[in-house]
């Protein structure tokens, strides 16, 4: 315990120099923010952080956001492993195209791809059209928003996917095979629980990126307090309304939640990891 | 099961990987397929175990033909190079898996399954390690695992890809032994691939020597080795000297040396060569009778064999392999100008000797 910084020695020098950089890095870039949000709220007292976050409005946003976000990564999760699968194991013409198209969603900037999926969905746009006879609508509704957090998520499950697909031995399947496995046994017991922690990790990531999404969805969701409200939008609009404390306070639980959620998340990885055994 | 393999072709784009290939493999037989890399003994197998199709020939297993059948359906047991061993599972249901995924109506019951596993595991010796996970265990241990997983379904049929490429030296020599132990306990036919000559000479009940997509020679071990058919098993088998001659109606002479032959009678003046083994070398200090004069350049005496290099006058170089005290005996030191006789000689007319001088 003399020096925790000098464990092992290593021929790679800078460690110590290193590891500083990052500690102040991290410091300035992620706890800062963070000290501040938390600092701006203490001030509000508890009585106005209770009448700032306790409001039904405020309530029903912050559930809204969690639960679109929630649904939006588990669609992710099957149809983001199906692209990644097809990427990964049949050739066809235009993959490389296909490929570069799962990406489209990073590069996009937030409010083109809400103002596309407004015109898309909307009750006279190309798609919404023919939903709103069935009595479906997509956009200014919960679903509306829904669909703009998949398209943003998408890219997350896929990307961390893919690589564990394709590392994944073509061996093993044949064992399988040759052990007299189906198919779908071969599926079920051999590839799906190897790329099960990269899943998760994809499912984690678009989940997270959802809760805090704003440009795609504000255009889509139309916005109707306790209907389609997310609770980004409450943010921001306690901002233009100079309510910086009643802000934070909103961001804060945003914050604790989302702490939760991914600290659980971290905890079926670490099982996970564990099941597979020490590498 | 017996195995008939018949003219069977595989190409894959331009390349030939297997030309015309027939083989019988008997009931209970221990055979390795021997050869360099890229000479087709992996396709080979692949093609038994059915995980490829051969563009032309048939499979027999047991005189039914499998050509057409599924890998599944084959009931063959197949060993991977790189274990292939499931990484989430444990050690237990990694040996498991083959039983619980058979349909329900043959599936044993969770007890049976259990009994059978641990039956498997203490005949690798592993049994205390059945909880560990495949991560946790050491080269050996996993290609033992994954030889008990591909037993647990009781296979007519076991192929090994190179079962033992993986592992160290010592491992290797030690698993060598106990396949051929297992082997003679279980009496399974069982194919194994291998580029290593020592191994498949040591483990092997036969040897098929593979090279370019065709068999070059298959016989037992011994007489492989005593007698190879063609200069490419010579020289694949392990090291040799070359000494290039003439053969003239079954007469050898190579330089001064001459050696009556009890074969190529009607060779007529034909160019040949003689591949010479370094411990069928004799080395002598008179030049009466030698086969070759050289000067000595290295002198490594380690081990039971003391091995002398020699250079010939045309920069050639020879190798031999002498006793210690034969080495004693000569009193040689480097620098020495000695004489080598062969014991014995393998020797080929150029017309099918030419094509090729292999390193190994």
Redesign the interface.
């Given at each position: 315990m003399s020096n925790i910084l000098n464990l092992r020695h290593s021929v790679l020098p800078g460690f110590r120099l290193s590891f500083g950089i990052t500690l102040f890095w991290l410091a300035l870039i992620v706890l800062l923010p963070f000290a501040a949000l938390v600092y701006s709220t203490v001030g509000m007292g508890w009585d106005g952080f209770a009448a700032a976050v306790g409001s039904p409005r405020v309530i029903a946003a912050i559930r809204l956001s969690f639960f679109t976000a929630g649904l939006s990564a588990l669609i992710n999760l099957v149809f983001g492993f199906l692209v990644a699968w097809v990427l990964v194991r049949y050739p066809f013409p235009g993959k490389r195209l296909v490929d570069a198209l799962v990406d489209l969603p990073f590069a996009l900037p937030t409010a083109v791809a809400g103002i596309a999926l407004t015109t898309l969905y909307a009750p006279n746009g190309w798609i919404g059209q023919y939903l709103a006879p069935l009595g479906i609508k997509v956009s200014f509704t919960p679903l509306g928003i829904i669909v703009a957090l998949t398209f943003i998520g998408l890219p997350f499950v896929v990307r961390t996917v893919q690589p564990v697909l394709e590392d994944l031995e073509k061996e093993l399947e044949e064992a399988a095979t040759c052990l007299g496995a189906s198919r779908w046994d071969i599926f079920r017991r051999v590839i799906f629980p190897a790329t099960l922690p990269s899943l998760i990790t994809g499912g984690t990531m678009a989940f997270a990126r959802a809760t805090g999404e704003y440009g795609s969805v504000i255009f889509i969701a139309g916005n109707i307090p306790m209907v389609s409200e997310i609770a980004p939008l409450i943010i921001v609009s306690k901002l233009d309304q100079f309510d910086q404390q009643g802000a934070t306070a909103v961001a804060l639980v945003m914050l604790g939640i989302s702490f939760v959620f991914l600290l659980l998340i971290n905890l079926i990885q670490w099982w996970a990891a564990r099941r597979h055994g020490a590498r | 099961m017996s195995i008939e393999i018949r003219n069977i072709r595989k190409q894959f784009g331009q390349f030939t990987a297997l030309d015309n290939v027939s083989l019988d493999i008997a009931a209970g037989e221990l055979l390795a397929l021997l050869g360099p890399s890229g000479c087709g003994k992996t396709t080979l197998l692949r093609i038994i175990?059915g995980?490829e199709k051969p563009d032309a020939g048939q499979v027999l297993f047991g005189g039914a033909d499998a050509t057409h059948t599924h890998?599944?359906?084959?009931q063959?047991?197949?060993v991977?190079q790189?274990y292939?061993l499931?990484?989430?599972?444990t050690v237990f249901d990694n040996v498991a898996?083959?039983l619980s995924?058979?349909p329900r109506r043959e599936r044993p019951s969770q007890e049976e399954i259990r009994e059978r596993v641990m039956k498997l595991l203490k005949m690798v010796q592993l049994d205390w390690l059945a909880d560990?996970?495949?991560?946790?265990l050491s080269g050996g241990q996993r290609q033992r695992i994954?030889l008990a997983?591909?037993l647990?379904?009781e296979p007519k049929v076991l192929l090994l890809d190179e079962p033992f490429g993986a592992l160290d030296a010592k491992v290797r020599k030690d698993l060598r032994r106990w396949l051929r132990e297992l082997h003679n306990d279980m009496h399974i036919t069982s194919v194994f691939v291998t580029h290593d000559q020592e191994e498949a000479l040591e483990v092997s009940d036969r040897v098929v020597v593979m090279d370019h997509g065709h068999i070059e020679q298959v016989g037992r071990p011994d007489d492989i080795y005593e007698h190879p058919a063609t200069p490419f098993v010579t020289q694949f088998l392990g090291d040799v000297n070359l000494f290039h001659g003439r053969v003239d109606a079954g007469q050898l002479t190579i330089g001064s040396y001459e050696q009556a032959l009890g074969q190529h009678q009607d060779a007529d003046g034909d160019a040949a060569v003689a591949y010479v083994r370094p411990h069928d070398l004799d080395l002598t200090l008179q030049a009466a009778g030698a086969l070759a004069q050289g000067r000595v350049e290295h002198i490594h005496a380690v081990g039971p064999v003391v091995r002398v290099e020699l250079q010939q006058a045309d920069g050639q170089t020879i190798e031999a392999a002498v006793s210690k005290e034969r080495f004693r005996a000569l009193g040689i030191v480097p620098g020495d100008t000695v004489y080598v006789t062969p014991r014995k000689l393998a020797v080929f007319l150029q017309e099918d000797a030419g094509q090729q001088d292999y390193v190994i």
């Open positions: - | 175990a995980l890998v599944a359906e084959r063959v047991g197949f991977f790189h292939a499931f990484r989430h599972m898996f083959g995924v058979k560990a996970y495949p991560g946790q994954a997983r591909s647990a379904v």
